[in-house]
């Protein structure tokens, strides 16, 4: 839309508003690249830990700096009794909602409090990055009336996510296709919560409200709330043969398919072919080959819409992989957000380093200037 002379760009969509050497995204091929590497280089050899590393340092680590990382992730997972109290005070909300003022608080913990130079803000992220799935854990374990499973520093960071989930350590095949899941949801580049947590930075304000920002800002459906459609649109399908007609049915009444579309790619999302070998997999394993089914169906379904560069996104397939493990819709997001975590202290620091002040403006299209009307005249 153009008002006079000024174009306005609804949505920021194609907008560039800094540079970065976070991740690069070529949306018409259908390539995600983390600091240079391919991201199917990354699900296929990396672990949630190296790759977190990559992102936050900008280069992958030797084994002596990525078994530092790694101590100092072990070493940060557990959070104040002051926190859990907090937790249990919200424990109602939902997860994301939680775990957003969780994470708001633990600020006033923190010993680097209040320091806001790269090497506070840097420990702080690995901090959160820490503490985040033991936030998420603690909620589930106290909504459920259980005492919360405190967190093992002898586990790596997925396989101790599910064991503080299940209570017990889960096998190596689940634990890698969550370590897979961390990797393919870690960074891409500014979208709407990464974006977020640079509006906050921008101001000179800390990594605990950019992080509490992008939370609220990845708990819209619209970005992070699709892994946690898509289930419950397999749940309504419940057969594939349902599935062509359940998708154009929605489509008739102008509704939208979870798990499909992006703002970015017009080619498939290229982390999603991770999670559909895992999905296949995982369901034949639990001896419920028809979610795959029913996914596949859905994806057939949607072939028309190809041609119009609406493709599978990543959400599509996490969704029934979490429920297959046991784990309830909600907590789904929250995952996405634990994984996430690397890609926000990326972005917060990246901002941080060439900080300006983000502040575009809006056309204004309300009333013209006229007189206050005194209230015992209106
Ligand atoms: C992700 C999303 C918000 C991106 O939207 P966007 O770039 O702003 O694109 P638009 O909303 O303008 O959609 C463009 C067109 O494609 C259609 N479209 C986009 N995603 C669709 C979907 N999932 N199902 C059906 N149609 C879709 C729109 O209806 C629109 O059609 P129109 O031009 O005839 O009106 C959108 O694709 C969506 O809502 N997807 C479902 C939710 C989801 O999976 N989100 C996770 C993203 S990782």
């Known amino acids: 839309m153009t008002t006079g002379e000024i174009q306005v760009i609804r949505g920021l969509a194609d907008v560039y508003f800094d540079r970065t050497e976070s991740s690069f995204i070529d949306g018409k091929k259908g390539v995600l690249l983390y600091r240079g590497y391919n991201i199917h280089d990354l699900a296929d050899n990396s672990t949630f830990e190296e790759t977190s590393y990559l992102l936050i340092h900008g280069s992958l680590p030797t084994r002596s700096q990525l078994a530092e990382f790694d101590a ?49 803000t840097l420990r702080k992220g690995l901090r959160l990055t820490a503490q985040v799935p033991t936030i998420v854990m603690t909620h589930y374990a106290i909504r459920e009336g259980r005492q919360p499973v405190a967190p093992r520093s002898d586990l790596n960071h997925a396989t101790n996510f599910l064991y503080m989930f299940a209570g017990e350590v889960p096998d190596e095949d689940t634990a890698s296709l969550m370590d897979k899941d961390f990797i393919l949801h870690a960074e891409h580049g500014s979208n709407a919560s990464s974006f977020t947590a640079r509006v906050v930075i921008g101001t000179n304000a800390d990594i605990h409200g950019a992080i509490t920002a992008a939370i609220a800002s990845l708990s819209g459906p619209a970005h992070g709330g699709a892994a946690e459609g898509v289930m419950k649109m397999a749940l309504e399908i419940g057969e594939p043969e349902n599935a062509a007609r359940y998708v154009k049915d929605l489509l008739s009444e102008g ?60 959400d599509f397939f996490a969704g029934v992989i979490y429920y297959l493990n046991g784990i309830p ?17 990326l972005q917060v620091l990246e901002q941080q380093q060439n900080n300006i002040l983000l502040r575009p403006r809006l056309v204004y299209t309300g009333p013209e200037e006229q007189p206050y009307v005194p209230i015992e005249q209106r």
Do not use: C
Not at 256 to 275: K, N, Q, S, T
């Open 329 to 345: 819709e909600d907590l789904f997001v929250p995952i996405f957000a634990v994984g996430r975590m690397p890609g926000w202290v």
């Open 72 to 120: 100092q992730l072990r070493s940060s997972r557990e959070i104040p009794d002051e926190i859990v109290g907090i937790i249990r005070a919200v424990k109602a909300s939902h997860p994301m909602d939680v775990l957003r003022t969780a994470v708001s608080a633990l600020s006033a913990y923190d010993p680097d409090a209040g320091d806001n130079s790269h090497e506070a």
């Open 255 to 314: 509704g939208r398919v979870m798990g499909f579309g992006h703002r970015v790619y017009r080619a498939e999302d290229p982390r999603a072919r991770h999670l559909r070998a895992g999905v296949q997999k995982l369901s034949e394993d639990v001896g419920e080959p028809k979610w795959f089914g029913i996914l596949e169906a859905v994806i057939e379904a949607m072939q028309p819409y190809a041609r119009r560069g609406i493709h599978v996104n990543v």
